[in-house]
């Protein structure tokens, strides 16, 4: 059973990354199912300190990335993915999660926010190589948004969760 659990996580924090690399959204049932997938694996083997160790620091998180979303400058899906994601991390692989979340992000701002026509060309190249027609995804398109869900599930994915 745990084995099923941890191939969901991954599997769902993959299919968050996909999605928003694509189309720069995170479907709400993406997250709702990590956040179900937390409480089914808390019912199969409960982590030492639920509320101090995973609740309340995902609802820390959530508010403090629900900021940046007010200004306009985070997107509302990446909010609920962050806090999925710190709920599944806890408040013991939290410092590694925000250092994995700061090196993650740097990459992704300089792959998505400056090298974006460069690596959108090389999409492209490659497509014209391979001789197919290759739609750019959404996330190459613009120079305006990152797609930090992938950021976030990536720092998930590395850190991995949390029994503390």
């Not at 710190?86 to 410092?95: I, T």
């Amino acid at each position: 059973m745990l084995l099923a659990i941890a191939v969901a996580y991954w599997a769902l924090f993959i299919a968050c990354a996909v999605t928003d690399l694509l189309w720069l959204r995170i479907p709400n049932l993406l997250v709702l199912a990590i956040v179900a997938l937390f409480a089914v694996a808390c019912f199969i083997a409960p982590p030492a300190s639920l509320v101090w160790g995973h609740i309340l620091p995902a609802i820390v998180v959530f508010a403090i990335a629900a900021v940046p979303f007010y200004l306009g400058k985070f997107g509302g899906g990446d909010v609920k993915l962050l806090g999925a994601a710190v709920l599944w991390v806890g408040a013991a692989a939290l410092g590694p999660f925000l250092i994995a979340l700061a090196v993650y992000g740097t990459i992704a701002v300089v792959l998505f926010g400056y090298l974006n026509s460069q690596v959108a060309g090389l999409v492209l190249y490659a497509g014209a190589y391979l001789g197919r027609d290759v739609p750019l995804p959404a996330s190459l398109k613009t120079n305006k948004s990152v797609p930090y869900g992938m950021v976030i599930a990536a720092a998930a994915l590395s850190i991995g969760p949390s029994a503390g």
